[in-house]
């Protein structure tokens, strides 16, 4: 077989003289061994090594692994065998740290049958549990040694989804697991909403970048080394969409940043910050990589910040306000107060401290109605004109009472609402509540979808949209922003944690992160929520 027509003849510029020894390339294919060897398997076998400066087979034939998979350098250096030609010995170098690239793994893609789009967090497992889960390009790539060239059956399985059921109840697919083969499984959408993709923590796009794909994300791996966050605000200040979520997994610690975690992106729609494509987040970082505490205030414990929004005081200034909390296990509340972003120190700076006497304060999402602006979470709980003068004065601030009487629309049982938020829709002409049940068959599992003519309701019948198996998915946040086909389409994000689930077993990578849905209104399973 032909392995280089004419490789790098540049390898060397002087050609047989390249300067070396045999203790240098010993030492090289050491290391080789030690990191990349694993990648070869005795199947890798030539039928001769390259020769010189002709780049032409010898009749040599030193196989180029062994059953552990590693070089048998003992034999690649024999007299003969490479003639101690320098330039060919690296050509087999090469040729070792690449044969990986030939050897393809199998590729399952799971689909949406109705939209035809790749599903992410869908669970493929073997009968003997071998375990693996789809990234954002819906593909799962496997090579267990032992297990390929023959037929093998996957289990299918994913929150909101489910894979057609042979006659046994078995949901899954029997193939072939082929190097470099593919298998594509169609599987029915049970949740209203669609999930899209994974937008924070590592190997959002693993599979993708084995198969070595063009992937959408500028670090679809790894970025800033966040492996997981949780509780999103994003308004858009001075031209840019700013994030912020509370505490941050790293990967060198268990403890990671808890004082708030920050990051921008282009503008919503922009090459960047496309729902249906990739949203890159620029983190504020420290000087060892890692995301930066935006919020350092002192005092024991976290910092936690919230109700995060634009607001433009008399002159037209705009001002990025937040409020803060310093949290004290178990997630009791030190101190509260309001902060506003130093652009030029990239921090937030305590504006006020409420007393402990203060029930009245910004929380969750703002939202705006002509010339007020609303904090809400499931609904509102507090309003205040909508300028910077007024958000630096809790005297101003009008507490919100909302007709609000949950139930669900097929049963009409009631129900609490935990967290969520509140968004004005054009294509419905109402308002749209997207929230947390409490309790529900998965606790703080369950995502609720409402209207109402007017922000303070009345609030009343509520439609499932999206259900866990025993997993959480809290705090979601609807990104407007994103709004497609006259507002018709919506997009909303949460957090994706076994914290309150009661759930032993974290998915791998997806856990405490969070995850973007599309719903698109038109969607007849939630004319209920209109009556």
């Given amino acids: 077989m032909t392995i280089f027509k004419n490789p790098a003849a540049n390898l060397s510029r002087r050609g ?9 390339i010993s030492e090289k294919l050491q290391i080789f061994n030690k990191f990349g060897g694993g990648v070869l398997q005795t199947r890798f076998s030539m039928a001769s090594v390259l020769h010189s400066r002709k780049w032409r087979f ?18 690649l250096w024999e007299p003969g065998v490479l003639k101690k030609s320098m330039p060919a010995r690296l050509a087999l170098i090469l040729f070792a740290f690449t044969a990986h690239l030939w050897a393809k793994p199998f590729l399952i893609e799971i689909v949406d049958n109705d939209t035809r789009r790749s599903v992410p967090l869908m669970r493929v497992e073997t009968v003997n549990n071998i375990v693996d889960y789809t990234d954002n390009t819906g593909i799962v790539t496997f090579d267990e040694p032992g297990l390929m060239e023959q037929e093998v059956w996957f289990s299918i399985s994913g929150h909101g989804y489910e894979a057609k ?28 909403a669609e999930r899209i993709q994974r937008l924070t923590g590592s190997g959002r796009y693993i599979h993708g970048a084995r198969l070595g794909m063009i992937l959408p994300a500028e670090k679809p791996l790894l ?28 990967a060198s610690y268990p403890l990671g940043n808890l004082h708030t975690t920050f990051a921008t992106t282009p503008l919503p729609g922009e090459a960047g910050c496309k729902a249906d494509g990739a949203i890159d987040y620029d983190y504020f970082k420290s000087d060892d990589g890692f995301v930066k505490g935006i919020a350092p205030f002192p005092g024991d414990g976290p910092t936690w910040l919230g109700a995060m929004v634009t607001l433009r005081d008399k002159t037209g200034t705009e001002h990025l306000v937040a409020t803060y ?18 652009p030029a120190a990239k921090e937030f700076k305590k504006v006020l401290v409420f007393t402990n006497a203060t029930r009245l304060f910004p929380d969750g999402h703002a939202v705006r109605d002509a010339k007020w ?61 997207i929230f947390t049940e409490e309790g529900g068959t998965s606790n703080l599992g369950e995502i609720r979808y409402a209207e109402a003519p007017a922000p303070e309701g009345p609030w009343r019948k ?47 990578r997806y856990d405490y992160n969070q995850i973007l849905y599309k ?10 929520a209109e009556k």
Wanted: charged share 25%; with cysteine.
């Fill in 373 to 433: 602006l609303y904090f809400a979470q499931a609904t509102p709980t507090v309003r205040m004109e909508d300028n910077y003068e007024t958000w630096k004065n809790p005297a101003l601030y009008q507490n919100v009472k909302c007709d609000a009487a949950f139930t669900d629309a097929i049963s009409g049982n009631p129900f609490k609402a935990h967290n969520g938020s509140v968004s004005w829709n054009s294509w419905r002409k109402k308002w749209i509540s």
């Fill in 16 to 24: 047989r003289n390249y300067p070396g020894n045999d203790q240098e």
């Fill in 519 to 528: 719903l698109d209104l038109a969607d007849p399973r939630l004319a209920e």
């Fill in 223 to 250: 970025n800033a080394q966040v492996l997981g966050c949780d509780s999103v605000n994003s308004p858009i200040y001075q031209g840019k969409m700013f994030c912020l979520w509370g505490d941050t997994n790293r």
């Fill in 325 to 342: 909390a310093k949290i004290k296990s178990p997630m009791t509340v030190t101190e509260r107060g309001l902060c506003e972003l130093d």
């Fill in 165 to 192: 059921a042979d006659g046994f109840g078995m949901r899954g697919v029997r193939v072939k697991a082929t190097e470099g083969g593919r298998a594509t499984v169609e599987v029915k959408r049970i949740d209203i």
């Fill in 462 to 508: 509520c439609v499932k949209i999206v259900t866990h198996d025993h997993y959480s998915f809290y705090n979601p946040m609807q990104h407007p922003e994103f709004a497609e086909v006259d507002d018709r389409v919506i997009w909303f994000e949460g957090t994706y944690s076994t914290t309150f689930s009661g759930n032993t077993n974290p998915t791998p």
């Fill in 58 to 75: 010898i009749s040599r034939e030193p196989r180029l692994g062994h059953p552990t998979g590693r070089l048998s350098s003992n034999r």
